[in-house]
């Protein structure tokens, strides 16, 4: 656990808005090291998914380095990093089970491979037997663990997830929560968990990063130090709600600006 | 229950043309306006047993196959273009809707001046005729392309030849065929039109001298060769598009 598998060193973004460059991240420093959860969160527009973007090598920062297990990244590493979208964002036209194989398609893996592949990771997210089903036949909560399959068939190091659970009613969100653990715990991936639940940020993750209103600061860097597994009845604890308390603290203030 | 519903629709079109039948025998309906089914089906045998009418046949269809067949890629071709270039988009798009709410049959003067009564002509306004509806069903279909498959294909490594193999095309996929079966229905009509105006071949010529002379079963005969020859084009379209469009949720 000693080693950084994600850093973001020294990381500025600018956007180009109308000929002004409008600054969404200012001067992020955050190392991940193997294996660990981490939820993201901060007020809105705070340039959270702007970070994982980053992470996801979908554009260059304008100013520092992001690595992954040491390497730079400057485009989609899709070996290294699975990323996972508020929306499900299946291909509508193919099946559960082809839809988890689509990234071993495009790295060109024979059909009979990919599939057995697909299908074993259709087991993990509990979607055994819904492998024919096409998208607009499965139900939200179905789409999604679909699409954490999908993020997760190419056996990645890093797990990007950008408010995945955010369009779910709250007790499918509940369970696929849960669900989420009980994956990591079996797989141990490197998660990056951008939510807007606080809630959520402090139930899943080893630790919480605030990030400040735009343009985006680390304020606060925040160890959860819950046993595990958790549960739900943590939630209700004293504990639960200090670590809670804290981030609010930060939001609060920045969401009143 | 669907098959109890065809039979039921079958059987009312076979009463009212029994009905129709009984009328013409009966008298009741002018002959020289409306003859009987039975003197239509007779008429329709006839006209298929004669070879000029064959050749006139196959004239339309070489020119409605050939003007759709430079119609279809020239117009996906320049829609794909107006919706990926942003600039000619805003160009040429409210050109190219002004145009397509204009009934094309104003312009087949002009065809005629340009390239005389040939069958150049009838070619050259049905693909005039039918490009529009290509067009404009080429940018939508590039519109309806989700901008989140694409980021995912990204995500997951996809080239730009594989972002286009594996979400444009399927994505796209419905709307272009669509637009092609429209584009058909256009074409046909507007190459009988260009026919019936001023030919020197074709069935829409023939029909337009029957018409003249007032052979009604010959006209009538034509008709139904005319309606099958769309409905089964359409129809072979229509069912290639509901294969190809089986995701979509409304299907």
Redesign the interface.
């Known amino acids: 656990m000693t080693r950084a598998l994600v850093a973001i060193q020294g990381v500025s973004q600018h956007f180009g808005v109308d000929g002004a460059s409008v600054p969404a991240l200012e001067d992020i420093d955050l190392e991940v090291p193997d294996g660990q959860f981490v939820s993201v969160v901060g007020p809105s527009g705070c340039g959270k998914s702007t970070l994982l973007s980053l992470v ?3 554009r260059l920062p304008s100013r520092g380095a992001v690595r992954c297990d040491g390497e730079l990244i400057t485009a ?4 290294k ?3 996972i ?1 508020q ?1 499900a ?1 299946l ?4 099946s559960a089970v082809d839809n988890v194989a ?2 071993l ?3 060109r893996v024979p059909k009979r491979e990919r599939l057995e592949a697909a299908a074993r990771m259709l087991e993990l997210t509990g979607l055994a037997g819904f492998e024919d089903r ?3 036949q499965l139900s939200g909560g179905m789409k999604q663990r679909v699409a954490i399959a ?1 993020g997760l068939v190419q056996n990645p190091a890093v797990l990007l997830m950008d408010e995945p659970f955010a369009s779910l009613d709250e007790q499918t969100r509940m369970v696929l929560g849960d669900e989420l653990l009980r994956i990591w715990s079996e797989t141990r991936k490197t998660v990056l968990f951008v939510t807007h639940s606080l809630h959520e940020a402090v139930y899943l993750a080893d630790r919480v990063v605030v990030l400040s209103a735009r343009p985006g600061r680390v304020v606060d860097d925040v160890l959860v130090d819950l046993p595990r597994p958790r549960s739900f009845a943590m939630t209700t604890g004293e504990r639960f709600g200090v670590l809670k308390d804290r981030i609010w603290q930060h939001i609060k203030h920045a969401e009143r600006r | 229950m669907r098959r109890h519903e065809r039979v039921i629709v079958a059987a009312f079109v076979l009463g009212l043309f029994g009905l129709w039948e009984a009328l013409a025998r009966l008298g009741r309906l002018d002959a020289s306006l409306a003859p009987a089914p039975s003197t239509i089906l007779e008429a329709l045998m006839r006209l298929l047993k004669r070879p000029e009418v064959l050749t006139s046949l196959g004239v339309t269809a070489w020119e409605a196959v050939a003007a759709f067949l430079i119609a279809v890629p020239v117009g996906l071709l320049i829609g794909f273009t107006l919706a990926e270039v942003p600039v000619l988009g805003a160009l040429f798009r409210p050109l190219v809707n002004f145009l397509f709410g204009v009934p094309k049959s104003i312009f087949l003067p002009v065809f005629i001046l340009m390239f005389g009564v040939s069958i150049p002509q009838k070619i050259a306004f049905g693909v005039f005729t039918t490009i529009f509806v290509l067009i404009v069903g080429g940018v939508a279909s590039v519109q309806s392309v989700p901008r989140e498959l694409v980021t995912v294909s990204r995500v997951y490594g996809a080239d730009r030849w594989q972002i286009v193999r594996e979400i444009y095309l399927p994505a796209m996929a419905p709307i272009l065929l669509e637009s092609a079966r429209l584009g058909l229905v256009f074409n046909i009509t507007a190459v009988l039109l260009c026919e019936i105006y001023g030919a020197r071949d074709g069935i829409g010529y023939r029909i337009a001298a029957w018409g003249e002379n007032l052979q009604m079963p010959q006209l009538y005969a034509a008709l139904v060769i005319v309606a099958a020859a769309a409905v089964a084009v359409n129809e072979a379209l229509r069912r290639l598009e509901a294969r190809l469009g089986f995701w979509r949720e409304q299907s």
């Open positions: 996801a090598g979908l989609p590493m899709p070996r990093v699975g990323m979208f929306e964002n291909l509508p036209w193919l689509f990234p398609k495009l790295r096409l998208p607009h999908r």
